[in-house]
């Protein structure tokens, strides 16, 4: 069972766009991570988001978890080539001990 | 450099074979998960080993089995292996052995069946 749906599968972008991914579930979680995976790595977290309606920047990438904690977004502004990669949603629900990953969304960014 | 280690790189091998895939977490770090990686897409929970004992299972296998050795090192075993088996495998270490804990993956082991 995927508990997390990512949106779009794949999406390329043209350097200085930019982008919304989404991550949707009928489930509450308790907290939502937000990874980037680059080929031949393993996926490197970029941020944890614990609250609804939580927003955290990083630079350019913002990050927001849904008032009911059942969804997230990550947008881009003026994406750059080293943005491309897997961006996996990942939540955490209270009880378990283990993350239930998303779908993924290929990013390719053209310069 | 996440401070995981995964042994080997990679691996090669033929269907009804059996493998061992080797993960060192990092310095401190008592929990050990897998997960299994297909087709580049979201990665499936395999199973969780916090401290030597098994804390988590996700969608593992009955061929499949890990352990988590004395000095926090883990193996994942892989049995009678099949075509579909054929995928990377990640191990992750965290601090403490619940979901919010940061985890740290490793490079990953990509399996191909033949």
């Known amino acids: 069972t995927q508990l997390l749906e990512q949106s779009p599968q794949f999406l390329s972008i043209q350097e200085g766009e930019n982008l919304t991914v989404y991550c949707n579930s009928s489930s509450v979680f308790s907290s939502l991570q937000w990874y980037r995976q680059e080929p031949g790595e393993g996926p490197v977290l970029l941020v944890t988001v614990v609250t609804g309606g939580e927003v955290k920047k990083l630079k350019r990438l913002t990050f927001q978890f849904g008032d009911a904690r059942k969804d997230s977004s990550l947008h881009i502004t003026a994406a750059q080539p080293g943005d491309t990669g897997l961006y996996l949603c990942?939540?955490?629900?209270?009880?378990?001990?283990?993350?239930?990953f998303g779908t993924g969304t290929r990013l390719t960014v053209i310069p | 450099d996440s401070g995981v280690t995964q042994t080997p790189k990679h691996l090669i091998t033929a269907t009804g074979q059996r493998v061992t895939l080797r993960c060192s977490p990092r310095s401190g770090d008592l929990s050990v998960y897998w997960y299994q990686q297909s087709l580049d897409q979201g990665l499936q929970f395999l199973i969780q080993?916090?401290?030597?004992?098994?804390?988590a299972k996700g969608n593992i296998l009955e061929r499949f089995s890990a352990q988590q050795f004395p000095d926090l090192h883990s193996e994942l075993n892989l049995s009678s292996l099949e075509l579909g088996d054929s995928a990377l495998y990640f191990c992750?270490?965290?601090?403490?052995?619940?979901?919010?804990?940061?985890?740290?993956f490793g490079a990953g082991t990509r399996l191909s069946v033949l």
């Open positions: 990942a939540g955490g629900q209270t009880g378990a001990n283990n993350l239930f």
């Open positions: 992750a270490s965290s601090r403490g052995g619940i979901a919010k804990n940061i985890q740290y």
């Open positions: 080993y916090y401290n030597g004992e098994e804390r």
